[in-house]
C-alpha cells in the first residue's frame, strides 16, 4: 500500500504545449481540407516570428534564451493567433498579430506565466480593431486554390467581392440587422453548411477531438469546456426557443466561429485564466455570454476575444471569492 500524499512525475512546460499543439492537428487537418492549404504558410510564418520575437525580447532581458524557446509556449501562441485570424491573412498582418502577443501580451509583463492576458486574444482584438477589413476577408470554403491563397498572404492584390466571402457568423448578424429575413431563410445561403458555416462543422469537430485528447491526458480539467459550452448552448437555446426567426440555434453557435477552439484550447489558458474550480465554471461561462451578446447584439460577428479579455480582468477577483475551504475549519476559505 501507499499512502498520501501520492507523487506524481512533474509535468513540464516543454511536455504539456507539445500535447497542446498535437491536440490541435485534427482541427487543422480539417482546416486544410475545407479552406485550403494557405493557413500552413502562416503558420510557418507565425512560428518563425514567434521564435524570434521571443528570443529577442530575452536577450534584451538578459535572460536564458535556449530554454525559452525550447518549451513550446511561443509556438502555440503563435497557432493560436493564426487560428484565430483568416487564413488568407497577409504575412504582415501576421507578424504584427504573433509580435502583439509576443512581446507586449507575454514578454512585457514578464514572460510565461506572468501574463494576466491571453495573449492570442490581445493579438486578435488588436488586429480587428486595427485592420477591420483584411479580418473580415475569409476564402469560401472549397472555392480557392492554394496559389491564388499563396499569392494573397504574400501581398497578392485582394478583389474583396471575387474572392472573399461573409463568414456564417457575419453572414447571419448582417441579415438580421438588416431585416433581410428570419433565420431559417438567411440560412439557406452560400456561407451556411448543414448546422453551422459551411465547411466549419468539420473543423469544430477537429477541434472537439483534440479537446477530448487533452482532457483524456489530463492536460486540461472538463470545468472549463463545459461550462463554456452548456452556457453558449443554455443561453443561445432560451433565445432560439423563444423567438426562433431572430436567433440562431445552439448548434449553429457551437459549430460556427471559434467555439470549439475556444472551448478546448483558449478559455483553458493555465496562466490567464481562474484556477479554483468554481472559478473555472464562471470564467468559461462569462466568456460565452459575453461571447454570444456581441454575436448576436454586438458590433462585430465573434465575440469570444473579447469575452476572454474582459473575463481576464475579472480573475484575481474570481479566485479570491472562489478558493476552497481550508481542510479542517468550518466556513472558512484561504
Same mark, same amino acid.
Given at each position: 500500500?501507499?499512502?498520501?500524499?501520492?507523487?506524481?512525475?512533474?509535468?513540464?512546460?516543454?511536455?504539456?504545449?507539445?500535447?497542446?499543439?498535437?491536440?490541435?492537428?485534427?482541427?487543422?487537418?480539417?482546416?486544410?481540407?475545407?479552406?485550403?492549404?494557405?493557413?500552413?504558410?502562416?503558420?510557418?510564418?507565425?512560428?518563425?516570428?514567434?521564435?524570434?520575437?521571443?528570443?529577442?525580447?530575452?536577450?534584451?532581458?538578459?535572460?536564458?534564451?535556449?530554454?525559452?524557446?525550447?518549451?513550446?509556449?511561443?509556438?502555440?501562441?503563435?497557432?493560436?493567433?493564426?487560428?484565430?485570424?483568416?487564413?488568407?491573412?497577409?504575412?504582415?498582418?501576421?507578424?504584427?498579430?504573433?509580435?502583439?502577443?509576443?512581446?507586449?501580451?507575454?514578454?512585457?509583463?514578464?514572460?510565461?506565466?506572468?501574463?494576466?492576458?491571453?495573449?492570442?486574444?490581445?493579438?486578435?482584438?488588436?488586429?480587428?480593431?486595427?485592420?477591420?477589413?483584411?479580418?473580415?476577408?475569409?476564402?469560401?470554403?472549397?472555392?480557392?486554390?492554394?496559389?491564388?491563397?499563396?499569392?494573397?498572404?504574400?501581398?497578392?492584390?485582394?478583389?474583396?467581392?471575387?474572392?472573399?466571402?461573409?463568414? @456564417? +457568423?457575419?453572414? =447571419?448578424?448582417? %441579415? $438580421?440587422?438588416?431585416? #433581410?429575413?428570419? !433565420?431559417?431563410?438567411?440560412?439557406?445561403?452560400? &456561407?451556411?453548411?448543414?448546422?453551422?458555416?459551411?465547411?466549419?462543422?468539420?473543423? @469544430? +469537430?477537429?477541434? =472537439?477531438?483534440? %479537446? $477530448?485528447?487533452?482532457? #483524456?491526458?489530463? !492536460?486540461?480539467?472538463?470545468?472549463?469546456?463545459? &461550462?463554456?459550452?452548456?452556457?453558449?448552448?443554455?443561453?443561445?437555446?432560451?433565445?432560439? +426557443?423563444?423567438?426562433?426567426?431572430?436567433?440562431?440555434?445552439?448548434?449553429?453557435?457551437?459549430?460556427?466561429?471559434?467555439?470549439?477552439?475556444? &472551448?478546448?484550447?483558449?478559455?483553458?489558458?493555465?496562466?490567464?485564466?481562474?484556477?479554483?474550480?468554481?472559478?473555472?465554471?464562471?470564467?468559461?461561462?462569462?466568456?460565452?455570454?459575453?461571447?454570444?451578446?456581441?454575436?448576436?447584439?454586438? &458590433?462585430?460577428?465573434?465575440?469570444?476575444?473579447?469575452?476572454?479579455?474582459?473575463?481576464?480582468?475579472?480573475?484575481?477577483?474570481?479566485?479570491?471569492?472562489?478558493?476552497?475551504?481550508?481542510?479542517?475549519?468550518?466556513?472558512?476559505?484561504?
Amino acid at each position: 500500500m501507499i499512502h498520501a500524499p501520492y507523487i506524481r512525475k512533474p509535468a513540464s512546460v516543454q511536455r504539456v504545449m507539445g500535447l497542446v499543439l498535437l491536440a490541435l492537428l485534427p482541427g487543422i487537418a480539417a482546416y486544410v481540407y475545407t479552406v485550403g492549404a494557405g493557413i500552413l504558410v502562416n503558420l510557418a510564418i507565425a512560428t518563425c516570428t514567434a521564435l524570434t520575437a521571443e528570443a529577442l525580447v530575452l536577450a534584451l532581458r538578459k535572460r536564458p534564451v535556449a530554454i525559452a524557446l525550447s518549451d513550446l509556449s511561443a509556438v502555440l501562441t503563435a497557432w493560436l493567433v493564426v487560428l484565430c485570424f483568416p487564413p488568407i491573412a497577409p504575412w504582415w498582418l501576421t507578424m504584427i498579430g504573433v509580435a502583439v502577443a509576443i512581446v507586449i501580451a507575454k514578454q512585457l509583463y514578464g514572460g510565461l506565466g506572468q501574463n494576466p492576458f491571453n495573449p492570442a486574444m490581445v493579438a486578435y482584438c488588436t488586429a480587428i480593431v486595427a485592420y477591420p477589413a483584411l479580418m473580415s476577408q475569409w476564402p469560401p470554403a472549397g472555392g480557392m486554390d492554394f496559389a491564388t491563397q499563396l499569392g494573397l498572404i504574400l501581398g497578392g492584390a485582394r478583389d474583396i467581392d471575387g474572392l472573399t466571402g461573409a463568414t @456564417a +457568423l457575419d453572414a =447571419l448578424r448582417t %441579415g $438580421l440587422h438588416a431585416g #433581410a429575413g428570419p !433565420v431559417d431563410v438567411l440560412r439557406q445561403g452560400p &456561407a451556411f453548411g448543414f448546422l453551422g458555416g459551411s465547411g466549419w462543422e468539420w473543423i @469544430a +469537430l477537429g477541434y =472537439l477531438a483534440g %479537446g $477530448l485528447f487533452l482532457l #483524456a491526458a489530463r !492536460v486540461i480539467t472538463w470545468h472549463m469546456p463545459v &461550462a463554456f459550452i452548456a452556457t453558449l448552448s443554455l443561453v443561445s437555446g432560451l433565445f432560439w +426557443l423563444a423567438d426562433p426567426a431572430s436567433f440562431a440555434s445552439p448548434l449553429f453557435h457551437l459549430a460556427s466561429g471559434g467555439a470549439m477552439l475556444a &472551448a478546448f484550447f483558449i478559455v483553458t489558458d493555465p496562466v490567464s485564466g481562474a484556477t479554483t474550480p468554481r472559478g473555472k465554471l464562471i470564467f468559461a461561462a462569462g466568456v460565452a455570454l459575453i461571447a454570444w451578446l456581441i454575436r448576436n447584439f454586438g &458590433a462585430y460577428p465573434e465575440g469570444i476575444a473579447f469575452g476572454v479579455l474582459l473575463m481576464n480582468l475579472c480573475v484575481p477577483l474570481i479566485d479570491m471569492k472562489t478558493q476552497p475551504r481550508v481542510f479542517g475549519h468550518r466556513g472558512e476559505r484561504r
